[in-house]
C-alpha cells in the first residue's frame, strides 16, 4: 500500500483536513473504541503542533499522529493521536506512521528524546521503535496507557 505523508504545521492546517483529521480521530477513540470524552483538547492548534496525515489514494486519511512541541511543562517533544484506519490496519501502516513521526521530531526538535502516552497493549509495538515505559499504567478515559519514552539517538 502506497501512503502520501504530509508534515502539517497547526497554522497551515485547513478547515476540511482538521474536519477530516477530527472525524478519523472521533471512529475510533470515541466510536470505535466507546470511549467518551472530549477529543478536541485545545492542543491542536497551538504554535509548534504538527499533524502527520497519511492519505492513501482518494480514500481520506489512512493515518494520522499529532506531534506536539516542547513546553514549559513537557520538555520533549510528544507523539499522541496515534491512528490507523480500519481500511488499512494489518498491513504496517502504523509502523511506517511513527518512523515517519520519529524522523519529523528529529527534524523539528534535533537530538531531543521523544515521549507518548500509548495505550498498554501497544507497550510491545512501542518497544520496538524504542520507546521504554517511564511510569505504571494508567487509565485514560476508561483504557489502559503506558507513558513511555524513546532516547535521543
Known amino acids: ?9 497547526s497554522g497551515c492546517l485547513d478547515a476540511r483536513t482538521l474536519y477530516a483529521v477530527l472525524a478519523l480521530r472521533s471512529a475510533v477513540f470515541v466510536v470505535e473504541q466507546g470511549c467518551a470524552y472530549q477529543d478536541p483538547d485545545g492542543l491542536d492548534l497551538l504554535d509548534g503542533t504538527r499533524h502527520l496525515i ?6 481520506g486519511i489512512a493515518a494520522y499522529a499529532r506531534l506536539l512541541a516542547p513546553d514549559a511543562n513537557h520538555p520533549t517533544p510528544r507523539i499522541g493521536r496515534v491512528i ?3 481500511r ?3 498491513q ?6 511513527m518512523e515517519r513521526a520519529l524522523v519529523c521530531c528529529e527534524e523539528h526538535w534535533p537530538g531531543q528524546a521523544v515521549e507518548l502516552g500509548g495505550q498498554a497493549h501497544l507497550t510491545g509495538f512501542y518497544g520496538s521503535l524504542g520507546f ?3 511510569g505504571e499504567p494508567y487509565d485514560e478515559d476508561g483504557i489502559r496507557h503506558v507513558w513511555m519514552r524513546r532516547e535521543a539517538a
Open 88 to 90: 488499512v490496519r494489518g
Open 54 to 59: 497519511g492519505t492513501s489514494g482518494g480514500d
Open 84 to 86: 490507523v484506519s480500519d
Open 1 to 9: 500500500m502506497t501512503v502520501a505523508w504530509s508534515d502539517i504545521p
Open 132 to 134: 521504554r515505559a517511564v
Open 92 to 97: 504496517q501502516v502504523g509502523r511506517r506512521l
